[in-house]
T-cell receptor, first 118, second 111 residues
Framework: DARVTQTPRDKVTEMGQEVTMRCQPILGHNTVFWYRQTMMQGLELLAYFRNRAPLDDSGMPKDRFSAEMPDATLATLKIQPSEPRDSAVYFC????????????????FGPGTRLTVL | GQQVMQIPQYQHVQEGEDFTTYCNSSTTLSNIQWYKQRPGGHPVFLIQLVKSGEVKKQKRLTFQFGEAKKNSSLHITATQTTDVGTYFCAPRGGGSYIPTFGRGTSLIVHP
């Protein structure tokens, strides 16, 4: 049963510290999404990769956030320096990258990383 | 990007009552997906609708896509406590690959 994995599951840190979140997409998937979920803003898209190339990171604060895919089995989201307003659940999702209106391109979400910045 | 409105934000029902959530877009959509997130969990794909006026059923869940492909609904018949969670629509349109998630409707079922 293939699943997206994320580490860590929970992270508590102090303001100003660097935070790195990791995601292992499902083997064979060529799209990766990073989302942030809060009560106030709901589910926000931060970054989108296709074949490891970043195609859209318009939703990501560029001054402190960065997203990369060092290889096909690893996606990372870094926050440096972290701030209390970054506290949220961060989800990674992967998909087959099917295109076309009729294609069912399901996004498979990981369990999320709950980040608390004090 | 497209504007998506999902209503209601919350819905309390007694077990056995029906439930409906609506997703409305300001632009014509190419398709729309629906996801469910249990409390403390992650979004899980339910279904995708593509054709104008399409209706799909999954047991007690009925999904509809509007004729104009600008709105969609999810209807649950005779809710059960296992239906508790937040239901998100994720429409896709304008040639964009990237879906836009609605704010979701949180369903609370009282036994």
């Amino acid at each position: 049963d293939a699943r997206v994995t994320q580490t860590p599951r929970d992270k508590v840190t102090e303001m100003g510290q660097e935070v790195t979140m990791r995601c292992q997409p499902i083997l064979g998937h060529n799209t990766v999404f990073w989302y942030r979920q809060t009560m106030m803003q709901g589910l926000e898209l931060l970054a989108y990769f296709r074949n490891r190339a970043p195609l859209d990171d318009s939703g990501m604060p560029k001054d402190r956030f960065s997203a990369e895919m060092p290889d096909a089995t690893l996606a990372t989201l870094k926050i440096q320096p972290s701030e209390p307003r970054d506290s949220a659940v961060y989800f990674c999702a992967s998909g087959l990258g099917l295109v076309g209106a009729g294609a069912t391109d399901t996004q498979y979400f990981g369990p999320g990383t709950r980040l608390t910045v004090l | 990007g497209q504007q998506v409105m999902q209503i209601p934000q919350y819905q309390h029902v007694q077990e056995g009552e029906d439930f409906t959530t609506y997703c409305n877009s300001s632009t014509t959509l190419s398709n729309i997906q629906w996801y469910k997130q249990r409390p403390g969990g992650h979004p899980v794909f339910l279904i995708q609708l593509v054709k104008s006026g399409e209706v799909k059923k999954q047991k007690r869940l009925t999904f509809q896509f509007g004729e104009a492909k600008k709105n969609s609904s999810l209807h649950i018949t005779a809710t059960q406590t296992t239906d508790v969670g937040t239901y998100f629509c994720a429409p896709r349109g304008g040639g964009s690959y990237i879906p836009t998630f609605g704010r979701g409707t949180s369903l609370i079922v009282h036994p």
